[in-house]
């Protein structure tokens, strides 16, 4: 009957596309190569979102929602970062001398808004410990006199930049300290971590009722200029401005990274480095370490059409 051969040839249609996967599989990976785990998960959700589209405006039980989606997908890409790749970079970090008094570090806490802040000797390179603001609220709440502040310090973890994500989450759990001091090769502060930035990899950003709003890192200036913090994301620069702004070889990711390249060191106030798009950036706020804000200027457009001084 027709309507039967028609729904076998569909059936038949449809079986043979495992094996047309299987071929194209083939021919990008080898024969031998199966597909992991987590790119089956992934592909089933590709799917998923696909068909959801198709079927938009419509609600099944027991679907996965877009959040639970996107978290997922995070989860399966948490274990491939390192600490260096979620870090508070080192400029960012708020700490306190190891010779502030005890007012001073009720200062601290009142106006960081954190629950922990690292204690440092004489530097950032030379982290001695953390405070924890239970400890200075008890000082507080019980009316004692201010302890000398070392009574009041504690251990965190010091961590190499190249440790990965769940090794660090399994030895804060397994050491019960919520803040790790992330360290370079040199051994000085490279950055900071906390069990909540890396819950945040996976679930996104948790705001309070402490945080500030979140300011824009570039924003239009006058004569198509854009000024930038140089903690710009290249990604975001590159989809708001010029995706050209975005294309590197170098494995930078900020703004301020893009300049030391295209500097060969660290730029200073008033260096106007040229990008090969065209666009100029001109360090406007810099120390001997770090750029911390760019003036973007925009390429110049010749008039092609313009006449000539001969008058043809």
Same mark, same amino acid.
Request: glycine letters at 0%; proline letters at 17%; a neutral charge.
């Given at each position: 009957m027709p309507d039967d051969q028609g729904s076998s040839n569909r059936s038949e249609e449809d079986s043979s596309r495992p094996g047309l996967l299987s071929g194209l599989r083939h021919l990008l990976f080898g024969g031998d190569k199966e597909p992991s785990l987590r790119e089956q998960i992934e592909e089933v959700i590709d799917e998923a979102e696909e068909e959801g589209d198709d079927r938009r405006g419509s609600h099944i039980v027991g679907d996965l929602s877009p959040i639970e989606r996107k978290m997922l997908r995070n989860l399966l890409h948490f274990g491939e970062q390192t600490v260096d790749d979620v870090a508070v970079p080192r400029a960012d970090i708020i700490a306190i001398p190891e010779s502030a008094s005890f007012a001073e570090v009720v200062a601290s806490f009142a106006e960081a808004g954190h629950s922990? *802040?690292?204690v440092y000797r004489e530097n950032l390179d030379e982290v001695v410990g953390m405070?924890?603001?239970k400890d200075v609220f008890a000082v507080l709440a019980e009316g004692r006199s201010p302890p000398p502040l070392l009574d009041l310090i504690r251990?965190? *973890?010091?961590v190499p930049q190249s440790m990965g994500v769940l090794d660090l989450l399994a030895e804060m759990r397994a050491k019960r300290t919520h803040l790790a001091i992330v360290i370079d090769e040199y051994s000085g502060t490279e950055g900071l971590l906390t069990i909540e930035d890396l819950v945040e990899e996976i679930v996104g950003e948790i705001e309070d009722e402490h945080d500030d709003e979140p300011t824009a890192l570039f924003a239009p200036g006058e004569g198509g200029c854009w000024e930038a913090d140089a903690r710009a994301e290249l990604d975001d620069v590159g989809e708001a401005i010029d995706p050209? *702004? %975005?294309e590197i070889d170098e494995d930078v990711d900020t703004l301020g990274g893009l300049a030391a390249v295209l500097a060969g060191h660290v730029p200073q106030v008033g260096e106007i480095l040229q990008h090969p798009s065209g666009w100029r950036i001109e360090i406007t706020e810099a120390d001997e370490r770090r750029v911390h804000r760019l003036r973007l200027h925009p390429p110049v457009v010749v008039?092609?059409? %313009?006449?000539s001084e001969t008058g043809d």
């Open positions: 922990r *802040l690292p405070i924890h603001v251990q965190p *973890l010091y050209r *702004l %975005a008039d092609l059409e %313009a006449p």
